[in-house]
């Protein structure tokens, strides 16, 4: 089985801080994806990224950047967590570029005070 | 840019009963349509895929239905049960690529026992 997981299920910032999430996923793919999950507005792709050390903007990158220096581990970064922030933060991977499969890991609910 | 909507937000039934999960699409120009499910707090697990080829696809109790030229999307879900009881989700897929993957806003459903 596919596992990917995320380093904390839940994290409590204080407005400026940076914040780290990660995501490890143990099945050799390609492809990793950070999604933040709002009430009312569905997942939104954040950044993806197609190999180690390549990233690409999703819808709505302001405000994130992304680190990918080993093939297994995607980082998602928040050089300055601000209060509108507070989301779920949901990473997937898949195979291939072509893959339609992509598996997701349980979620980092993030509230940022 | 694609939208995709979910009517109900929130659906409860009696155990038992058979249901009819919608998701509607604006652009019928689609690669795919996933069906995913996530329980409170969890990631999302893909259900089934319907390539714009297919009208649908089915999975022991489940049924996936494709009407591209209307946009709409069906899961079918018979004789429910409490494990049923998630939040659904569909996925529609405009080309490849990361940020060609379009979510609804999910429906959330409870079967009551």
């Known amino acids: 089985d596919v596992k990917v997981t995320q380093s904390s299920r839940y994290l409590v910032k204080r407005t400026g801080e940076k914040v780290f999430l990660e995501c490890v996923q143990d099945?050799?793919?390609?492809?990793m994806f950070w999604y933040r999950q709002d009430p009312g507005l569905g997942l939104r792709l954040i950044y993806f990224?197609?190999?180690?050390?390549?990233?690409e903007k999703g819808d709505i990158p302001e405000g994130y950047s992304v680190s990918r220096e080993k093939k297994e581990r995607f980082s998602l970064i928040l050089e300055s967590a601000s209060t509108n922030q507070t989301s779920m933060y949901l990473c997937?991977?898949?195979?291939?570029?072509?893959?339609?499969?992509?598996?997701f890991g349980p979620g980092t609910r993030l509230t940022v005070t | 840019k694609q939208e995709v909507t979910q009517i109900p937000a929130a659906l409860s039934v009696p155990e038992g009963e058979n249901l009819v999960l919608n998701c509607s699409f604006t652009?019928?120009?689609?690669?795919?349509l996933q069906w995913f499910r996530q329980d409170p707090g969890k990631g999302l697990t893909s259900l089934l895929l319907i390539q714009s080829s297919q009208r649908e696809q089915t999975s022991g109790r489940l049924n996936a239905s494709l009407d591209k030229s209307s946009g709409r999307s069906t899961l079918y879900i018979a004789a429910s049960q409490p494990g049923d009881s998630a939040t659904y989700l569909c996925a529609v897929r405009i080309g490849t690529g990361a940020n060609n993957l379009f979510f609804g806003t999910g429906t959330r459903l409870t079967v009551i026992p």
């Open positions: 099945m050799d793919h390609e492809n």
């Open positions: 652009d019928s120009a689609i690669y795919n």
């Open positions: 997937a991977s898949s195979f291939s570029a072509n893959s339609y499969e992509q598996y």
């Open positions: 990224s197609y190999d180690v050390k390549m990233k």
